[in-house]
């Protein structure tokens, strides 16, 4: 069985702050892959980043870094210098790939104040 | 390009009555996916096609849910027989092939059972 947990369901940050989203799994797959997605209030669920369990490697898009441990069974995503448009529901998801479902997370509502 | 769309965007039925929700994904994309949304419990996968297959049925909550999937194209979730907790936010992702491809999400048909 597979969980994804986001024990933050909350969070508010005054502009320019920099704020980290936590996501913890458990798979017993060797094979696995991690996503992010934001659902901003329009509704529509936007894609952010795909990792799989060989690449431990951090990444950075911009405003948006991940980190992913393998160790702690953890994917965090840090926004740095937070704007209001940041604000959404984030969902942390993860899949074992040879099936595609997607397990997600309850998500965390993120809330930038100008 | 065009991404994934859903129809009708809102519906609003009798308990009792029958609706079929209708998904048009991303040309080009095999697989397609069905999940929903609602306040208790967070996003839940329904169904996953694979062409016009769907080796993966396992979310669907109960016999009165089907979904048909044609031309490798189009997909129709049914609801027989509503029910008040039918009501929820469906949502219909598509990606290029099955394994763990990035899911992208149409705007979700909102459904109300009154």
């Known amino acids: 069985a597979q969980k994804v947990t986001q024990a933050q369901t909350e969070i508010s940050v005054v502009e320019k702050e920099d704020v980290t989203l936590d996501c913890v799994y458990e798979t017993r797959d060797t094979t696995y892959y991690l996503f992010w997605y934001k659902q901003p209030p329009s509704g529509e669920l936007v894609f952010l980043i795909r990792?799989?369990?060989?690449?431990?490697q951090n990444e950075i898009s911009g405003r948006y870094s991940w980190n992913f441990q393998k160790s702690t069974s953890s994917f965090n995503f840090t926004i740095t210098a937070s704007q209001v448009v940041d604000s959404a529901v984030y969902f942390c998801?993860?899949?074992?790939?040879?099936?595609?479902?997607?397990?997600f997370g309850k998500g965390i509502t993120l809330s930038v104040r100008p | 390009g065009a991404g994934v769309s859903q129809s009708p965007s809102n519906k609003v039925t009798e308990k009792g009555k029958d609706v079929e929700l209708r998904c048009d994904p991303i040309s080009g994309h095999t697989a397609l996916y069905w999940y929903r949304q609602s306040l208790g419990q967070g996003l839940e996968f329904l169904i996953y096609?694979?062409?016009?297959?769907?080796?993966?049925k396992s979310g669907l909550p109960s016999d009165r849910f089907s979904a048909e999937r044609t031309g490798g194209s189009v997909s129709t979730l049914t609801i027989q027989r509503t029910q008040q907790e039918d009501s929820a936010v469906y949502l219909c992702?598509?990606?290029?092939?099955?394994?763990?491809?990035?899911?992208?999400f149409g705007p979700g048909t909102r459904l109300t059972v009154t």
């Open positions: 096609f694979q062409g016009n297959s769907a080796p993966d």
């Open positions: 992702a598509s990606s290029l092939g099955g394994g763990a491809g990035e899911q992208y």
């Open positions: 998801a993860l899949t074992p790939g040879a099936n595609s479902k997607l397990t």
């Open positions: 990792r799989n369990s060989f690449d431990e």
